[in-house]
């Protein structure tokens, strides 16, 4: 017997089980009428280590993906997955790359898989007073940065406690951040990224939170995510 072609989707949910879409230009107007909102956002900032979709492979980033995030710090499920049916709750109003991906025939979605992606300037405004709390995150803990310093680190102390320094800003600058500026700790995600306390072991490092405060150092075997 032949095998049977795939030509349209059977419902298995795969796709979204691999991570929420990023979103491109075309779906501001989206989360402009409330599809979705800060809090179901999460930005993988430049240089951070992400999986590519198409590729499959690890990579570093060489610009920010703002992306719908997963449903708990577990899980890169898509926050907008019904587990239980497998269906979308804003299938209406899913992402341009969900509307583009037809897992049969990839050849859309690699189309427009790089092109003309959102940063978190295009979503909050260049001149906004959110956009200059990202630009000063950006300047303490920027990934490049941060790179730099974890090649340094064994060897250099200075590089180990700039790394360490890093860190700490990054979970006060946070902290800060919630309680001057107002703004839910549910979207810190969307505004900073992930937490170096949770990215620092793709440099094979660890942090450990002492009575000192939190420090950092060289875990057995470097990881990624």
């Not at 497998?86 to 050849?107: K, Q, V």
């Not at 200075?158 to 703004?183: G, L, S, Y």
């Amino acid at each position: 017997m032949g095998q049977t072609i795939q030509r349209e989707c059977t419902r298995c949910a795969t796709c979204c089980a691999k991570g929420g879409p990023a979103l491109h230009r075309q779906d501001m107007a989206l989360l402009e009428k409330g599809a979705f909102g800060y809090k179901d956002l999460i930005t993988f900032r430049r240089g951070e280590l992400m999986r590519d979709q198409i590729s499959g492979g690890l990579v570093p980033l060489e610009e920010e993906i703002v992306k719908l995030r997963g449903r708990d710090a577990a899980s890169w499920t898509c926050c907008f997955l019904n587990v239980v049916d497998r269906l979308c709750f804003i299938y209406a109003d899913r992402p341009s790359e969900c509307r583009a991906l037809d897992c049969w025939n990839p050849e859309t979605i690699e189309a427009m898989y790089n092109k003309d992606r959102v940063t978190r300037e295009d979503i909050l405004g260049a001149d906004s007073g959110a956009a200059e709390l990202v630009r000063v995150h950006e300047e303490k803990c920027g990934y490049p940065m941060l790179e730099r310093l974890a090649a340094a680190f064994d060897q250099d102390p200075a590089a180990r406690e700039a790394f360490a320094e890093a860190v700490r800003f990054d979970m006060a600058f946070r902290a800060v951040v919630r309680e001057k500026a107002d703004i839910p700790a549910n979207e810190m995600d969307f505004y900073f990224g992930r937490p170096l306390s949770e990215t620092a072991h793709i440099f094979g490092l660890r942090v450990v939170v002492t009575e000192h405060g939190p420090q950092v150092e060289r875990e057995s075997a470097p990881a990624a995510a």
